[in-house]
């Protein structure tokens, strides 16, 4: 094997255990209430710790990369990560559990700032955007199978018919009556595996172009004033809210008014979200190529509108789909949102990816209202907040006025081929 495709599998494999770390909350839920006896406000304080880490780190990660570079970062993210999954396996509670995700998170907000520019630099600046979707891919593909891992493992702890020797030790990390417990000492395995490879693999220099630049503090202020740049950050806030806010209270939901077994059913659909969201983001870049990006940002999230009315309201059946194809309309928001806001701005691009990054840490605050909402009125109503950032989203389709727009192939593009 080649050493640049050597390379490129460790990050390809980076990308996967920071989805396989980050996305496991969700089909948890209806455990973890059940384990500390937890209100829907209390149990969403959990992803909070975790994403406000994001927003709390992003900024301060690229300053770190710029000083030490990606490979001393990451080394210590994955640390700091298993620190973080060790802490819950040796004292499991309610707060411990939050001050490990707030660790967890910081780790993963540190990998994810400094994976990008090492993906450039070792798989060749011609073949980025190709190697941005494996990514991406192997990404989404972690967040399909960790539900599957949790259900397995739960399923398969502490039974008597399990032969698996290693399912068997894992079983003693944890309290018999907290089996999922399991999960983070199998994180903390990872984490400190990924340590070790890391720091024995060679890693390519990377000199940082200035678009990957976090920028000085004098430009994070001036940017943090430009109306376009808010607007576009309060768009990522809404587009990762929603999508913690479907995968972490969607087992609960099918639990509470559908009586779906969070550890079969729930786990199941939780996983099918993320897999659909995988598979839309390669339709989606499909579609870009036809199809002005604020028309598809209009169509999907429109979409993905009728789809949660559908989950949040049909029967058993129709939210056990509904649910899913969420993720799947949701799959291309991301995206569009970034490359919106990237065309919308002259320079300064690293700075403006940074501030864009923060608002990660909306994954922490839309969780948090659905879940008080949840307690005041009841779930349902709860995640029916969620179809206020949805619209504010589909809204960008029509108000986005980008200096460069999305490249289209054309019937005359085509002729002109031949």
């Not at 993906?119 to 539900?147: D, I, T, W, Y």
């Not at 999922?180 to 990377?206: C, E, G, N, R, T």
Request: proline share 4%; glycine share 8%.
């Amino acid at each position: 094997m080649s050493r640049s495709k050597l390379i490129l599998g460790l990050i390809f494999l980076i990308f996967f255990v920071i989805s396989f770390l980050t996305n496991i909350l969700g089909p948890l839920v209806p455990d973890i209430i059940k384990s500390f006896s937890l209100s829907l406000t209390a149990v969403a304080f959990l992803p909070f710790a975790f994403f406000i880490a994001y927003g709390i780190m992003s900024i301060p990660s690229g300053i770190l990369v710029e000083m030490y570079g990606e490979k001393t970062v990451m080394i210590i993210a994955f640390f700091i990560s298993f620190l973080g999954a060790l802490l819950l396996v040796m004292v499991p509670g309610y707060f411990t559990y939050m001050l490990s995700l707030f660790f967890i998170g910081i780790g993963m907000a540190m990998l994810q700032v400094a994976i990008n520019p090492l993906l450039r630099v070792g798989g060749g600046e011609e073949h980025f955007a190709f190697n941005s979707v494996l990514g991406q891919f192997f990404f989404g593909l972690a967040s399909f199978l960790s539900p599957l891992v949790y259900s397995y493992l739960v399923l398969n702890i502490g039974t008597n018919g399990s032969q698996n020797l290693f399912i068997t030790l894992l079983g003693y990390t944890s309290p018999k009556e907290l089996p999922w417990i399991s999960l983070y000492s199998l994180f903390a395995i990872i984490s400190l595996l990924m340590v070790i490879i890391i720091s024995i693999v060679k890693l390519p220099k990377v000199e940082l172009k200035s678009d990957e630049k976090v920028g000085a503090l004098k430009t994070n202020l001036e940017l943090i004033k430009n109306p376009t740049v808010i607007l576009y950050f309060i768009a990522i806030f809404s587009y990762v809210g929603i999508e913690q806010g479907v995968a972490n209270f969607m087992s609960e939901f099918l639990n509470k008014y559908h009586q779906i077994n969070p550890q079969t059913g729930g786990a199941s659909s939780v996983s099918l979200f993320w897999g659909l969201l995988t598979v839309g983001t390669l339709l989606g870049l499909l579609l870009l190529k036809f199809i002005d990006s604020g028309k598809v940002l209009i169509l999907f999230t429109a979409s993905a509108i009728i789809s949660l009315a559908f989950a949040l309201f049909g029967t058993s059946e129709i939210a056990l789909i509904a649910f899913p194809i969420v993720g799947f309309f949701a799959s291309v928001m991301w995206s569009i949102i970034i490359s919106l806001a990237l065309n919308s701005i002259e320079k300064n691009h690293g700075a403006v990816s940074g501030i864009l990054i923060t608002g990660i840490c909306g994954g922490a605050i839309l969780p948090l209202i659905i879940g008080y909402l949840g307690d005041l009125v009841d779930l349902r109503t709860g995640m029916m907040f969620m179809f206020i950032p949805l619209i504010y989203i589909a809204s960008i389709g029509f108000w986005a006025k980008p200096i460069v727009t999305n490249q289209l192939i054309t019937l005359k593009s085509l002729k002109k081929q031949k």
